[in-house]
């Protein structure tokens, strides 16, 4: 059973800057695309962010590309997320996730283990 903990989010000015972690532990070599996905109150689940574990592949989507930036250490089984030029509107439960496929997808059902989320508030 793959296990997913995210951690370093907080409180942040708008302008600055966080990273995120997430620590895979478990049945790992099925890691086949992770992703951040984020969540604000009363809005649905919103994909961030991927990285393809075999080939470091990465995709973003237009509200975030140029700011945010993710990577990974397979030496680590982690992986980040960089966060900058923060804005309020990024502020949300950020969420790490594993899909144990190739194929590149962008729903939050397309994902199969989840972390339990780190929150990231980002004020005026």
């Known amino acids: 059973q793959v296990q997913l903990v995210e951690s370093g989010g907080g409180l942040v000015q708008a302008g600055g800057s966080l990273r995120l972690s997430c620590a895979a532990s478990?049945?790992?070599?099925?890691?086949?695309?992770m992703a951040w996905f984020r969540q604000a109150p009363g809005k649905e689940r919103e994909f961030v962010a991927l990285?393809?574990?075999?080939?470091?592949?990465?995709y973003y989507p237009d509200s975030v590309k140029g700011r945010f930036t993710i990577s990974r250490d397979n030496a680590k089984n982690t992986v980040y997320l960089q966060m900058n030029s923060l804005k309020p509107e990024d502020t949300a439960l950020y969420y790490c996730?594993?899909?144990?496929?190739?194929?590149?997808?962008?729903?939050?059902?397309?994902?199969?283990?989840w972390g339990q989320g780190t929150q990231v508030t980002v004020s005026s």
């Open positions: 996730a594993e899909r144990t496929s190739w194929a590149i997808r962008f729903g939050p059902h397309d994902y199969d283990y």
């Open positions: 478990g049945r790992t070599f099925s890691s086949y695309v």
């Open positions: 990285i393809r574990w075999s080939d470091a592949y990465t």
